[in-house]
C-alpha cells in the first residue's frame, strides 16, 4: 500500500504543498510503503526497486521475503527510510546512497549488512546469518538465523493488525489510507 499525504494547493490551480513554516515548496512530502506482504521471485532484484531519482518513501511494517535485496536506491534515488520491516532470506539487507536511513529491521541474509556511506543511518537492526561471528555489525545486532517458526510469528507481529481498524488508527493514518 503507497499512501501519499493529500498535497493542497499552493497557488490558483497550483499542486505542491506548503512546509512547516507555512511557505509554498517545491519538495515532495515522503510516501508511505507499508503493512505489505511481497514475495520477491522470478530472479526479483529487490521487492521496492527506489533507484533513477525515486526519492522521499518511508517504508515501515512490510514483510519482504526471498528478494535479492533489502533497500535499494541507485542512480539517484534519496532520501529512503526504510523500519520495521523484516527481510526474509536476502542475498544483501542494503545498499548504499545518500540521505537513506535503515533501523529496526530484521535482515535474514546470507551476507550480511553494508555499513552504509557517509550521510546514511544504519543502526539498531537484526542482522540473521548462518555464521554471525563473519559478519560486521554496523550498529546493529548480529545473530544465528531464526526458525521458520520464529520467522513466521515475526512476520504476523509486523503485519497485523491489517487491515488497520477505524479504532486502531490515527487521525493522521486515516487520512493517508489509499
Given at each position: 500500500?503507497?499512501?501519499?499525504?493529500?498535497?493542497?494547493?499552493?497557488?490558483?490551480?497550483?499542486?505542491?504543498?506548503?512546509?512547516?513554516?507555512?511557505?509554498?515548496?517545491?519538495?515532495?512530502?515522503?510516501?508511505?510503503i507499508r503493512k505489505n506482504?511481497?514475495?520477491?521471485?522470478?530472479?526479483?532484484?529487490?521487492?521496492?526497486?527506489?533507484?533513477?531519482?525515486?526519492?522521499?518513501?518511508?517504508?515501515h511494517h512490510n514483510y519482504?521475503?526471498?528478494?535479492?535485496?533489502?533497500?535499494?536506491?541507485?542512480?539517484?534515488?534519496?532520501?529512503?527510510?526504510?523500519?520495521?520491516?523484516?527481510?526474509?532470506?536476502?542475498?544483501?539487507?542494503?545498499?548504499?546512497?545518500?540521505?537513506?536511513?535503515?533501523?529496526?529491521?530484521?535482515?535474514?541474509?546470507?551476507?550480511?549488512?553494508?555499513?552504509?556511506?557517509?550521510?546514511?543511518?544504519?543502526?539498531?537492526?537484526?542482522?540473521?546469518?548462518?555464521?554471525?561471528?563473519?559478519?560486521?555489525?554496523?550498529?546493529?545486532?548480529?545473530?544465528?538465523?531464526?526458525?521458520?517458526?520464529?520467522?513466521?510469528?515475526?512476520?504476523?507481529?509486523?503485519?497485523?493488525?491489517?487491515?488497520?481498524?477505524?479504532?486502531?488508527?490515527?487521525?493522521?493514518?486515516?487520512?493517508?489510507?489509499?
Amino acid at each position: 500500500m503507497i499512501c501519499e499525504k493529500s498535497q493542497p494547493a499552493i497557488g490558483p490551480g497550483l499542486p505542491g504543498h506548503v512546509d512547516a513554516a507555512g511557505k509554498p515548496s517545491i519538495v515532495p512530502r515522503f510516501r508511505e510503503i507499508r503493512k505489505n506482504f511481497m514475495i520477491g521471485v522470478y530472479q526479483s532484484q529487490e521487492d521496492i526497486d527506489t533507484d533513477d531519482g525515486s526519492s522521499y518513501y518511508q517504508t515501515h511494517h512490510n514483510y519482504f521475503p526471498m528478494g535479492k535485496g533489502g533497500l535499494k536506491s541507485d542512480f539517484g534515488g534519496q532520501w529512503h527510510h526504510c523500519w520495521n520491516n523484516v527481510y526474509a532470506y536476502v542475498l544483501v539487507c542494503m545498499g548504499q546512497g545518500p540521505s537513506l536511513a535503515y533501523y529496526n529491521n530484521t535482515c535474514v541474509t546470507y551476507r550480511g549488512l553494508d555499513c552504509g556511506v557517509e550521510g546514511m543511518i544504519v543502526q539498531d537492526n537484526d542482522i540473521l546469518v548462518k555464521d554471525p561471528t563473519k559478519v560486521k555489525p554496523c550498529n546493529s545486532t548480529v545473530g544465528p538465523y531464526p526458525t521458520d517458526e520464529a520467522l513466521t510469528q515475526l512476520a504476523k507481529q509486523t503485519l497485523l493488525p491489517y487491515p488497520m481498524s477505524a479504532r486502531t488508527q490515527t487521525n493522521s493514518e486515516r487520512s493517508h489510507t489509499v
